[in-house]
């Protein structure tokens, strides 16, 4: 054996004590994800049923499910997404292609700033903006709502990825004869369009767990769809109307439209995972 | 990119030498050129004529502005901010730094192959028809794909891609991808052909295979290639220029460029003293 001096074994002491300490740590952030998860799991699954992702909501006592809420999900997420991405990227390629003095600048700490509004004053704001003058909540509002949250977002990562094409490439191609709008959306877009892609995703991702913004745009309804101009259902003011409801029943479908919306994101993050494993 | 020299303290002076005569015509002419990055100057009065149909080395120690010259003759460095260019080049007898200049049109005339390989993302194909489809130079799809064969043939690639033309030119190697670029840039047919050191990162194989196709491409194109390497250079070109601190030094035929220059610092440089 070896003999080790002082300054070697305190060394290693310090070694084992920090690699434990970031261990534990790990652990203890996993270990509390798994938890929530599972117990959505473990309280959501027993009302879940065919008949509750498909029916819209009864009174209490007669059943009724979530399917008005997955379409209002989803007919939501599509309305931002219509007018979120193509703002969204169009403000990427202007930070990263366009705007490189001081208005570039502007944008930049504007666009990060935006992020880090709180989303319910997005929602009020939309509330004021065009929920009043229409005098009515409509999906349409809930959809602006969810597309404002969504344009920094998309913004931020495109001009990243955008960042992140070799400049030799732009170079190459304006050699060659070509006006910068050709380099931009013919050479520089298309290459990083993976990572884009990725950055939409995360959005989306991002925007179909907000509850606040639809509070007062979309505002929630016991329907199915049948116009973009009147209130719409989501998952989320769903859950929200049903777990502040004083019935057992109905705290059970809360439980089960979580674990819907839950399947639904992480169906998008394996989506995201999938796409960015593809680029490399 | 400041120009950084850690050259021995060697007093510098612009060439008062004119240019060799030829009988060729001057294809470009350059008179009285300063470049600067930001305050840095990094050209300093070249004046310099470069024949049409010859292949023009420029040799110089790193950072003696032989790229940043190359560059102002199809205003590449107009993409670089804070640049700023003074006196005049003409190329066929129209200042090309001249208000109202149209500089798509200039670099298609002036075609450019880089130090790196940078072939897009897309397949061997759309690489080289890139710039024939952009500047809709061709009216067919069978005239594209024959210009595509035709300039993928001059650039000694025809044989190693032709099964593939439709595969991603990253999967090309290093070379292939060099002379792919080659390719890309001759099929719009440029009249000048500016090459920046394009085998520094090739072995000796590629880089035999593209100083071959720079002595075939000469029979067509004006060339000018900026290169570290001196035995390249006596190689490939008829006239050489020596670039040092920014000024042009010295322009003579290659071989009298590398057996007796007019110049003390040529000299010195060639054979090795600093640099």
Redesign the interface.
């Known amino acids: 054996m070896t003999e080790y001096g002082y300054a070697d074994r305190r060394r290693r002491a310090t070694s084992a004590v920090m690699t434990t300490l970031t261990g534990l740590c790990t652990l203890l952030a996993v270990g509390a994800l798994l938890v929530i998860l599972s117990y959505i799991a473990w309280q959501g699954i027993g009302s879940l049923s065919w008949q509750f992702l498909i029916d819209r909501p009864r009174p209490v006592g007669e059943g009724g499910g979530i399917g008005n809420a997955i379409v209002g999900s989803l007919v939501l997420l599509l309305i931002s997404s219509g007018f979120g991405l193509p703002l969204g990227i169009c403000v990427g390629i202007y930070l990263s292609e366009i705007g490189?003095g001081r208005l570039g600048g502007v944008v930049r700490f504007i666009v990060d700033t935006l992020t880090g509004i709180p989303s319910i004053v997005t929602g009020v704001f939309v509330y004021a903006i065009l929920v009043l003058p229409m005098k009515h909540f409509s999906a349409m509002a809930g959809g602006v709502a969810l597309a404002l949250i969504m344009i920094p977002i998309v913004a931020r990562t495109t001009e990243e990825m955008l960042k992140l094409v070799?400049h030799?490439?732009?170079?190459?191609?304006?050699?060659?004869?070509?006006?910068q709008w050709?380099v931009t959306l013919?050479?520089v877009v298309?290459?990083a369009a993976p990572g884009i892609a990725t950055g939409a995703m995360l959005a989306i991702a991002r925007v179909s767990g907000e509850t606040a913004p639809l509070l007062f745009t979309a505002f929630g309804s016991r329907f199915f769809p049948e116009s973009l101009n009147e209130p719409i259902a989501s998952l989320t003011v769903q859950i929200y109307n049903y777990a502040i409801s004083p019935y057992d029943e109905w705290h059970a479908q809360a439980w089960a439209a979580t674990l819907v919306l839950m399947t639904l994101v992480l169906g998008i993050n394996i989506i995201v995972r999938f796409l960015t494993r593809k680029r490399f | 990119m400041p120009v950084e020299i850690a050259a021995p303290k060697i007093e510098v002076r612009a060439s008062t030498a004119p240019p060799p005569q030829t009988d060729a015509k001057a294809k470009v002419a350059v008179s009285d050129l300063n470049f600067f990055y930001g305050r840095t100057q990094a050209l300093h009065n070249i004046s310099i004529a470069i024949p049409e149909r010859i292949v023009m080395a420029f040799i110089g120690p790193s950072g003696c502005g032989k790229s940043t010259f190359l560059r102002t003759l199809?205003r590449?460095n107009d993409?670089i901010?804070g640049t700023r260019v003074g006196g005049q080049v003409m190329i066929d007898d129209h200042d090309i730094y001249a208000p109202g200049t149209d500089v798509?049109?200039l670099?298609?005339r002036v075609?450019?192959v880089?130090q790196?390989s940078?072939?897009?993302?897309?397949s061997i194909f759309d690489n080289v028809a890139?710039?024939l489809r952009?500047?809709r130079l061709t009216s067919s799809s069978s005239e594209l794909a024959g210009r595509v064969e035709q300039a993928l043939k001059d650039a000694a690639l025809w044989n190693e891609v032709k099964d593939r033309l439709k595969t991603s030119a990253l999967s090309l190697s290093g070379g292939q991808q060099q002379r792919l670029?080659i390719a890309?840039?001759l099929a719009?047919r440029p009249e000048v052909l500016l090459m920046d050191e394009p085998a520094s990162a090739l072995d000796p194989i590629a880089t035999s295979k593209i100083e071959e196709l720079i002595f075939d491409l000469k029979k067509q194109y004006t060339i000018v290639i900026v290169t570290h390497n001196m035995q390249q250079a006596a190689r490939v070109s008829d006239t050489t220029a020596f670039f040092l601190l920014g000024k042009l030094i010295e322009v003579n035929s290659t071989e009298k460029m590398f057996t007796a220059p007019n110049e003390k610092l040529t000299e010195d440089y060639i054979t090795g003293r600093f640099g």
């Open positions: 490189r070799p030799s490439m732009r170079e190459g191609a304006l050699a060659l004869g070509a006006p050709r013919g050479v298309p290459a | 199809n590449m993409v901010p798509v049109e670099r298609r075609g450019m880089f790196k940078n072939p897009f993302p897309k890139y710039g952009i500047n670029c890309r840039a719009i």
